[in-house]
């Protein structure tokens, strides 16, 4: 079982940026994708972007392209998220999230099998 633990959170001054990090713990015999999601107060968990882990392909929700960096280490289990240009409206719980195998879109919840604790993320204005 894979537990990923998310990192990097915290209060920035819209305009900054962020590296949010996501470190799986645990054994897993396959990996497929990591996932980044995000829940704003009072809104649903929205998908931001997805690694695979083999061929190393990002994928991006078409909101945060050209602000929006997904990246990975396979040597340190890690897969960070670079976020440029931060607004008021980025403010969330940031989730990353592991799919073991490709049962659908890297855009949708479902396909992630464990998920982390989330790290908040507050951009003041």
């Known amino acids: 079982q894979v537990q990923p633990v998310e990192s990097g959170g915290g209060l920035v001054q819209a305009g900054g940026s962020l590296r949010l990090s996501c470190a799986a713990s645990?054994?897993?015999?396959?990996?497929?994708?990591t996932g980044w999601f995000r829940q704003a107060p009072g809104k649903e968990r929205e998908f931001l972007a997805s690694?695979?882990?083999?061929?190393?392909?990002?994928y991006y929700a078409d909101f945060v392209k050209g602000r929006f960096t997904i990246s990975r280490d396979g040597a340190r289990n890690t897969v960070y998220l670079q976020i440029s240009y931060l607004k008021p409206e980025d403010t969330g719980v940031y989730y990353c999230?592991?799919?073991?195998?490709?049962?659908?879109?890297?855009?949708?919840?479902?396909?992630?099998?464990?998920w982390g604790q989330g790290t908040q993320v507050t951009v003041s204005s």
């Open positions: 645990g054994r897993s015999s396959r990996r497929y994708a």
């Open positions: 690694i695979t882990w083999n061929g190393n392909n990002p």
């Open positions: 999230a592991e799919a073991q195998y490709l049962t659908g879109s890297v855009y949708l919840a479902r396909v992630y099998d464990y």
